[in-house]
């Protein structure tokens, strides 16, 4: 199958016409901009001072360290108190608006040829799928139903399984198209940035 997969994007590649391979290019290096700055937008929300009282204790970034629990640097095994379950929903809305941009943006290029609009759109299924348990665990935890130890966990084990389903196409591209100019653009965005950091997610 890997093969197979392999041998039908070079041979869609090798098709695409030049017109065609330029728009795409053009869109995707727009698109790449447009969702960094979406991005940088929600890191500078993620500043705001009435998110201090849960910043130490629930990772806003959703970034978790293999190397270690994700329960460790004073994660603690408590519930929040009244006034972090109010900071907790401030962040919540924060992030929501930011998945809602972010959906807009992440649509495929139209200049894509197929099968790369699916594999994209394959890629985007497995994360959007995995922030919408991250929302309902956020929403646990701010209504009291969850420790910060808990949703730690949580968040740690949602964020594996989806890079344990998306490894295996990503692997066919690092192993076959990383020095195809094309793919390079179209999966790993300009410049080599990593296609999940193209598609908006931090992780």
């Known amino acids: 199958m890997k093969t197979m997969l392999a041998i039908s994007l070079t041979i ?3 098709g695409c016409n030049t017109k065609t391979d330029y728009l795409a290019f053009e869109q995707i290096d727009q698109r790449t901009q447009e969702i960094a700055q979406l991005r940088e937008q929600y890191r ?7 998110l201090d009282s849960i910043r130490e204790k629930v990772v806003l970034s959703e970034s978790y360290s293999r190397r270690q629990s994700p329960c460790a640097n004073g994660i603690e095994e408590a519930y929040p108190t009244a006034a ?4 907790i929903r401030r962040w919540a809305e924060k992030r929501n608006d930011f998945i809602v941009q972010l959906a807009v943006m992440a649509k495929p290029s139209s ?5 790369m609009v699916e594999r994209i759109n394959d890629w ?12 309902a665990n956020i929403e646990a935890l701010a209504e009291g139903r969850m420790t910060y130890c808990q949703f730690a966990q949580a968040s740690f084990a949602v964020n594996t399984e989806a890079e344990r389903r998306a490894r295996a196409w990503r692997g066919i591209i690092y192993d076959d ?4 100019d094309m793919a390079r653009a179209q999966f790993f965005g ?3 940035i990593p296609l999940g ?3 908006g997610w931090d992780h």
């Open 84 to 87: 972090e379950k109010a900071a």
């Open 12 to 14: 869609l590649l090798a």
């Open 124 to 135: 985007d299924a497995i994360k959007f799928a995995a922030a919408a348990q991250t929302t």
């Open 177 to 180: 198209f990383a020095a195809e």
């Open 197 to 199: 950091r193209l598609r």
């Open 190 to 192: 300009v410049g080599g």
């Open 44 to 50: 500078q929300q993620r500043l705001d001072p009435a």
């Open 111 to 115: 200049a894509m040829p197929a099968l």
